[in-house]
């Protein structure tokens, strides 16, 4: 079967900590850009952090540089996203996608495009 799966969301309180975690099976990762998307309640799906499948350069929005990491583990057959100094406005459903137009990571983490999605994780960040 097809697909990825997240885990490792929570809640956590504002200055903590969490490690998302996207493992795929029936096919291999590190052929596929991957990316990390986030929704809130009521706003748009935005990408958070993307990974390039050929050199591992990596893409992160603004509201997110300098707090987030993105890296795999191909190995594993899965990509990380380390969040640290978790704000309040983190919080969403986190979702991770395969892209599968072999576009730029740029391009999958800003604008739409075919790829393959997860059933996402919550985060939840309160005190």
């Known amino acids: 079967q097809v697909q990825l799966v997240e885990s490792g969301g929570g809640l956590v309180q504002p200055g903590g900590s969490l490690r998302l975690s996207c493992t795929a099976s029936?096919?291999?990762?590190?052929?596929?850009?991957i990316g990390w998307f986030r929704q809130a309640p009521g706003k748009e799906r935005e990408g958070v952090s993307c990974?390039?499948?050929?050199?591992?350069?990596?893409y992160y929005a603004d509201s997110v540089k300098g707090r987030f990491t993105i890296s795999r583990d191909n190995a594993k057959n899965t990509v990380y996203l380390q969040m640290n100094s978790l704000k309040p406005e983190d919080t969403a459903v986190y979702y991770c996608?395969?892209?599968?137009?072999?576009?730029?990571?740029?391009?999958?983490?800003?604008?739409?495009?075919?790829?393959?999605w997860g059933q996402g994780t919550q985060v939840t960040v309160s005190s």
């Open positions: 996608a395969a892209d599968l137009s072999g576009n730029t990571i740029l391009n999958m983490c800003t604008l739409p495009g075919p790829r393959r």
């Open positions: 990974i390039s499948a050929s050199d591992d350069s990596t």
């Open positions: 029936g096919f291999t990762l590190d052929y596929h850009h």
